[in-house]
């Protein structure tokens, strides 16, 4: 058996008909007693003891070529092995800040 990967970015996707933009406001409205759940079993308190987020989500890595002042280098390099994961992180937490505020 093969399998098909097929990607579209955003912008591919055709916009909604107004026959599903009808389906959505349906069930948007519908009460969330309604909601069939005998086929999902419950969540217990003890498997959210136990999550992790983010768990099994791994970014691919990119290798690129980008200029940084020398001092922030250095201050990066003195706190020992890892300074390339250390800016990744940095740049995260900013990138994720910066989405969080819009």
Same mark, same amino acid.
């Given at each position: 058996?093969? !399998? ?14 107004? %026959?599903?933009?009808? @389906? /959505?406001? $349906? /069930?948007? =409205?519908?009460?969330?007693? =309604? &909601?069939?759940?005998? #086929?999902?079993? %419950? !969540?217990? =308190?003890? $498997?959210? @003891? ?12 990119? *290798?690129? !070529? +980008?200029? &940084?002042? *020398? #001092? +922030? /280098? $250095?201050? /990066?390099? *003195? @706190?020992?092995?890892?300074? @390339? *994961?250390? &800016?990744? $992180?940095?740049?995260?937490? %900013? ?8």
């Amino acid at each position: 058996m093969s !399998t098909k990967i097929v990607r579209m970015r955003r912008a591919d996707v055709p916009p909604l008909t107004e %026959e599903q933009k009808a @389906q /959505l406001r $349906a /069930l948007a =409205e519908r009460p969330d007693s =309604e &909601i069939d759940f005998s #086929d999902i079993p %419950e !969540t217990t =308190e003890e $498997a959210w @003891q136990n999550a992790v987020r983010g768990r099994f989500y791994k970014p691919t890595k990119t *290798s690129t !070529t +980008v200029r &940084i002042d *020398s #001092d +922030v /280098l $250095a201050w /990066l390099r *003195s @706190q020992g092995k890892g300074y @390339q *994961s250390r &800016i990744n $992180a940095i740049l995260r937490r %900013e990138m994720l800040a910066s989405l969080k505020n819009g």
